[in-house]
């Protein structure tokens, strides 16, 4: 009886028959809708992350005049050696030893984007000797190259300057040596500033001084 009803209902008023569906159903298969939190429960339940802890680098100084690369930690290294001259040896108390051990000079030739032919450049051989009682990794060496005014100098990576960065682990009493070029022109070779930061334990090396073959 109910069948024939609902479709007499359905030919007569087909809007009364929708209506009636839709209560039918609301009961039964309607899924049922999770309260949204007042403004109130949200600001008690949860709160704002905090922020992480953040650390200011050391401003540079006379001894340091580039900022410590960010290797994941912010000790301060503990291991200190004074600026030598560019001719000179960076010296450590633990036996790790820095040196200028050759510089060449060059023009580049390269034509094409990104290129700059006539630009001169400087290239710089480096040797780090382990005397510490400890291996170094080198695979976060940074070398920095400032001019007379203190300004970084652009690295150069053309081919003809054959440049090799430092990598790999130095071992107990040996040598690694690395090549890296810098567009340093003739008219500023008297006096530049090489910085080297090669860990996180010790001080970068900084040499002092002009750049000559």
């Keep these: 009886m109910l069948g024939v009803w609902g479709r007499r209902l359905a030919i007569g008023g087909l809007t009364i028959v929708v209506l009636a569906g839709a209560g039918c159903t609301g009961g039964q298969d309607q899924p049922s809708q999770t309260p949204v939190p007042s403004a109130s429960t949200t600001s008690g339940s949860t709160s704002e992350p905090s922020a992480a802890p953040t650390t200011t680098p050391p401003k540079p100084t006379k001894d340091q005049p580039v900022p410590k690369v960010n290797r994941g930690s912010a000790a301060t290294p503990t291991i200190t050696a004074k600026p030598a001259d560019t001719t000179s040896t960076v010296k450590y108390p633990d036996g790790v030893a820095l040196k200028v051990k050759d510089v060449a000079f060059g023009k580049e030739t390269d034509k094409g984007p990104g290129a700059f032919p006539g630009r001169q450049y400087a290239v710089l051989t480096l040797s780090i000797t382990n005397g510490s009682k400890r291996a170094l990794s080198l695979d976060t060496v940074v070398v920095t190259v400032l001019d007379k005014d203190g300004k970084d100098v652009s690295p150069v990576y053309v081919q003809k300057a054959k440049v090799q960065d430092f990598s790999g682990t130095l071992k107990l009493g040996a040598t690694a040596t690395a090549k890296y ?3 340093v022109p003739k008219s500023s070779r008297s006096k530049v500033t090489v910085v080297v930061d090669f860990d996180g334990v010790h ?9 000559s073959q």
């Design 181 to 183: 070029a810098f567009a």
């Design 203 to 211: 001080t970068s090396a900084v040499f002092r001084g002009g750049l």
